[in-house]
């Protein structure tokens, strides 16, 4: 069982920055892919970013790419999320979950556990 728990979202205007991050409960934290997600109202939820379970490959949507960095700590059982030059287009309730598996999926539907959410609000 991994229970997470996001913190670090808010309000912030466009063209400044933000940092998520999302903090796991268990022993076996260095044992999943870590994803973040997010999901704007009356959207799908959408892959952002994931990264191995030894934390040297990450991936990014094509929306993202160039300007959020995700990264994990298997020492401190985080993971986090820095967010740079965001849009408006960037405003969603963030998620991060966990993948028992050593690389992760762009799909929400192969994670395993799920934070709650934390809101991110981007105004222009």
């Known amino acids: 069982q991994v229970q997470l728990v996001e913190s670090g979202g808010g309000l912030v205007q466009a063209g400044g920055s933000l940092r998520l991050s999302c903090a796991a409960s268990g022993r076996t934290f260095s044992s999943y892919a870590m994803g973040w997600f997010r999901q704007a109202p009356g959207k799908e939820r959408e892959f952002v970013a994931r990264?191995?379970?030894?934390?040297?490959?990450?991936y990014y949507s094509d929306s993202v790419k160039g300007r959020f960095t995700i990264s994990r700590d298997n020492a401190k059982n985080t993971v986090d999320l820095q967010m740079n030059t965001v849009k408006p287009e960037d405003t969603a309730v963030y998620y991060c979950?966990?993948?028992?598996?050593?690389?992760?999926?762009?799909?929400?539907?192969?994670?395993?556990?799920w934070g709650q959410g934390t809101q991110v609000t981007v105004s222009s």
């Open positions: 979950a966990a993948k028992d598996s050593v690389f992760g999926s762009p799909s929400p539907k192969e994670y395993d556990y």
């Open positions: 990264i191995s379970r030894g934390g040297g490959w990450q």
